[in-house]
């Protein structure tokens, strides 16, 4: 696709539910990301996949948060029993190459969940 | 170990005057830095960044950054304001020497462009 999609863009949940957000990437991008964006803050680094295998997930706050991208394209992040705390903007960004060497990460418009 | 400031929370500026939106970093090695802008409800838009070679980047949409090394700056500077440049701005930064593939953000500068 021409750039980096989310859905959806607004989700409400009660506190205890689950929730899944997807993220479509740019068509050929190795590189995936999530990040949490909390009101008023930079986006802070959730988990970091490279094609299919999920290379760093030291930034999901708990248990709680699994994420996934079973044939190195779509991603989907789950929040389980939703918490309150877990209301936030979530970002997906891509990237066309791996590791360290530069390229440009490309964000998606975000999805907002917000938890009763 | 990677972190960015970005040390005002808002900058206002009269439409045409020029504008600047201050970084700073700090990295083990060389850094690569980044400037993105985000507006209402949309994602992180990318603006330019420094990789290596002329302090001086230019741009999308007429904004320019310079990366000074001594002064560990990276701000980001446009000649003449406009009211639709009003938006957040994020300076981010990846320490490439350390290894670093995940870019650390600052918390963001809201600028606020007046006619």
């Known amino acids: 696709g021409a750039g980096v999609s989310q859905s959806p863009r607004y989700k409400v949940a009660k506190r205890g539910q689950d929730v899944a957000l997807r993220c479509d990437p740019i068509s050929g991008h190795v590189s995936l990301f999530w990040y949490q964006q909390a009101l008023g803050q930079g986006p802070e680094f959730l988990t970091y996949?490279?094609?299919?295998?999920?290379?760093?997930k030291s930034g999901l706050p708990s248990d709680r948060f699994f994420a996934e991208r079973p044939e190195g394209s779509v991603s989907t992040l789950k929040i389980q029993r939703t918490q309150q705390e877990d209301s936030a903007v979530y970002l997906c960004?891509?990237?066309?190459?791996?590791?360290?060497?530069?390229?440009?990460?490309?964000f998606g418009p975000g999805t907002r969940l917000t938890v009763l | 170990a990677q972190s960015v400031a970005q040390p005002e929370d808002q900058v206002n500026v009269a439409e045409g005057n020029p504008l600047t939106v201050k970084c700073t970093y700090s990295v083990s090695g060389n850094p690569y830095l980044f400037w993105y802008v985000q507006y209402p409800n949309r994602g992180l838009q990318f603006l330019l960044k420094y990789i290596t070679g002329d302090n001086l980047v230019k741009g999308s949409y007429g904004f320019e950054a310079e990366f000074n090394k001594s002064q560990t700056s990276f701000h980001l500077k446009k000649p003449s304001a406009l009211v639709s440049d009003s938006a957040l701005y994020f300076c981010a930064v990846r320490d490439v020497a350390g290894g670093s593939y995940i870019p650390t953000f600052g918390r963001g500068t809201s600028l606020i462009v007046h006619p």
């Open positions: 996949f490279q094609n299919e295998a999920q290379l760093d």
């Open positions: 960004a891509s990237r066309r190459t791996s590791g360290v060497l530069e390229d440009t990460q490309y």
